[in-house]
């Protein structure tokens, strides 16, 4: 089946750096990857969208030069936390859509902690 | 943006109880998907329903869909202790975005 990955699957960082998370379709090509954030026990918020060859999409409320998203190839899409801060922190997942009126696949997530 | 609120948010059964979540949404919809999340990983995908279905079944999994009311259900029969996990629906509109609804925490205990 089709498959998303993430990495890295969790990253401590500390307050003003930059972290990068990967996700990679395995086997199939993907021109739309999707990223959304997950506070505790709360649910999936859709940060942005990201397109292959051109600039992503995001969502209102979210900073496009804070979380910078690039989407080169029809495989990877990559979000960067740039001067990253304790309120960043949260869990980060990606997903992609294999075949229309489908459902999506997820990666396995990202958990941030910025200290 | 948040596009629709689950009821309820938490749910705690036996072992062989059936298991049922709500799911209501807001604006119009090409298709509805359940998803499950296990603690601190990536969600899931259970079933999809289309707007013009009524009702699917996948399993154990019978999904509802009603679009005058701008609701779906999930019910999962026969619970199992690995059934706990969070559970969410998401809605599918003209673009590929996916918005997810608030979840369900369903605990079943053996």
């Known amino acids: 089946g089709a498959v998303v990955s993430q990495h890295p699957s969790w990253v401590i960082c500390k307050s003003g750096t930059s972290v990068k998370i990967e996700c990679r379709s395995l086997?199939?090509?993907?021109?739309?990857m999707f990223w959304y954030r997950q506070f505790p026990k709360q649910s999936l918020m859709l940060m942005a969208t990201s397109n292959e060859g051109s600039k992503a999409t995001y969502e209102q409320g979210v900073e496009k030069d804070k979380f910078l998203i690039n989407h080169a190839s029809l495989t990877l899409s990559t979000l960067t936390v740039t001067s990253a801060h304790p309120e960043d922190s949260s869990f980060y997942i990606c997903?992609?859509?294999?075949?229309?009126?489908?459902?999506?696949?997820f990666g396995s997530g990202t958990r941030l902690t910025v200290v | 943006s948040q596009q629709g609120e689950e009821d309820p948010q938490a749910l705690s059964i036996q072992e062989g109880e059936n298991a049922t979540m709500n799911c209501s949404y807001k604006t119009s919809i090409n298709n509805l998907q359940w998803y499950r999340q296990n603690s601190g990983r990536g969600l899931v995908h259970l079933i999809l329903i289309r707007s013009n279905e009524r009702e699917k079944h996948s399993g154990r999994l019978r999904v509802t869909l009603d679009t005058s009311k701008k609701s779906s259900s999930l019910l999962i029969t026969a619970s199992r202790a690995a059934d706990t996990a969070s559970y969410f629906c998401?809605?599918?509109?003209?673009?590929?975005?996916?918005?997810f609804g608030t979840g369900t925490r369903l605990q079943v205990f053996p």
């Open positions: 086997d199939f090509q993907a021109t739309t």
């Open positions: 998401a809605t599918g509109r003209d673009t590929d975005k996916l918005i």
């Open positions: 997903s992609a859509r294999p075949k229309a009126e489908r459902g999506y696949t």
